[in-house]
């Protein structure tokens, strides 16, 4: 199943396998990867072939050590290391001691960013994340950062794996952008107490995609 008007993934490499988006589309200011991820597709093969993926629809930039609501603001811990190398890594991490939530490293290497992905369309595995989303209507199945890496099996297993490999088992594949005037630009959700102006940066991208039925 493919979004109406997406183009098809760009079939090369010897292994059969679709190419994915280069490091360097990941290798500028994580605010402009943030906004560019929107539309591009999110891919996730399990072991045993199966293939879930999404039209990326939302997501948050996280920037260096001097945004109060970034993991890096205190410098690097063992947790956040992955966001302190190359761009193009996914940067997992566990959040409120049950969820885990997936994240794209951006901006030089050394540089600590990443792109938080929120929300996508559903494409590909759909009874496989029916499955993992039993609870849950279709229209919620994917639409928070929790349930996308639930409805993907997506956990800190992955944390670090290069999502700009072609064999790789996370990876994320060119797409469509959307045209400007869909794309919505606001704050940062879940902050709790961080300070100003971190709290209000519009470093949240949205753009609507409809469910078929």
């Known amino acids: 199943m493919r ?8 079939l090369v490499y010897n292994t059969g396998m679709p190419t994915p988006l280069p490091p360097s589309f990941y290798d500028r200011d994580v605010v402009e990867t943030a906004r560019a991820l929107l539309g591009m597709r999110l891919v996730r093969r399990l072991e045993d ?3 879930l993926s999404g039209i990326i629809t939302e997501t948050e930039a996280y920037r260096g050590q001097d945004d109060q609501a970034c993991h890096a603001r205190n410098g690097r811990t063992r947790r956040n290391a992955v966001m302190f190398g190359p761009p193009g890594r996914a940067y997992i991490y566990f959040t409120y001691g049950m969820h885990w939530c997936l994240n794209v490293v951006a901006g030089p290497d050394g540089f600590p960013a990443a792109v938080l992905l929120r929300a996508i369309h559903p494409l590909e595995g759909l009874d496989f994340i029916a499955l993992r989303r039993a609870r849950a209507e279709r229209r919620h199945w994917t639409n928070g950062p929790a349930k996308l890496t639930q409805a993907l099996a997506i956990d800190g297993a992955l944390n670090g794996c290069d999502l700009t490999d072609p064999a790789s088992p996370l990876c994320i594949l060119p797409g469509t952008p959307p045209p400007a005037e869909r794309i919505t630009a606001g704050a940062r959700v879940g902050l709790g107490a961080t300070p100003e102006p971190w709290l209000s ?3 949240r991208f949205t753009f609507p995609l409809e469910l078929e039925q």
Do not use: R, S
């Open 49 to 51: 072939g199966t293939t």
């Open 201 to 203: 940066m519009p470093w």
């Open 3 to 10: 979004l109406p008007g997406a183009a098809p993934p760009n």
